[in-house]
């Protein structure tokens, strides 16, 4: 195998992860809607745009099997990719298992929204393919916009009173 298909391979399998990652937290969401059904729109819009985040994701191999390559997706490991996955499979597994509270939702959610964030990944990927610009520059802004709902709502349930907050 020549250097660029290995390269290629590479970048396929961390694009894999990482789109089954963006699928996870989906998953994930769904959950926190069936646990918060006052909330259940929230969560299920949240999730819808993370499973266009996987199929986004999922459709830069097409870019791949042309020949493109990306620059910098070495910004996301797939041991970091994977400790993360990692993290919200627990999740799923103790929201599936016992009820939590919504701010332990909220808070875990900025988690995993922060450290999508933290990682620049969609930031610092490059590729020549200007597709991949435009995808990269859309799961950056959505993820963003993750972010800052995430939090509005976490401070207005937190300024809530004990009884208001369930």
Not at 12 to 37: C, K, M, Q, T, W
Request: glycine share 4%; proline share 2%.
């Amino acid at each position: 195998m020549d250097v660029k298909a290995k390269v290629r391979e590479s970048q396929r399998v961390l694009i894999n992860h990482l789109a089954h990652f963006e699928a996870s937290i989906a998953e994930l969401y769904d959950e926190y809607g069936r646990s918060f059904p006052g909330r259940a729109d929230f969560w299920q819009s949240l999730s819808q745009e993370e499973r266009t985040h996987a199929r986004f994701l999922n459709s830069l191999h097409t870019l791949l099997d042309k020949g493109d390559l990306f620059y910098n997706l070495d910004t996301f490991d797939v041991q970091t990719v994977n400790a993360r996955l990692a993290e919200v499979e627990t999740e799923l597994a103790v929201v599936r298992g016992e009820p939590i509270s919504f701010s332990h939702a909220l808070e875990t959610a900025l988690s995993i929204e922060k450290s999508i964030m933290d990682g620049h990944f969609y930031d610092v990927a490059k590729s020549y393919a200007p597709e991949f610009a435009i995808i990269a520059d859309h799961l950056s802004k959505d993820t963003k916009i993750h972010l800052v709902r995430i939090q509005d709502l976490y401070r207005a349930h937190q300024s809530m009173s004990p009884q208001e907050q369930g």
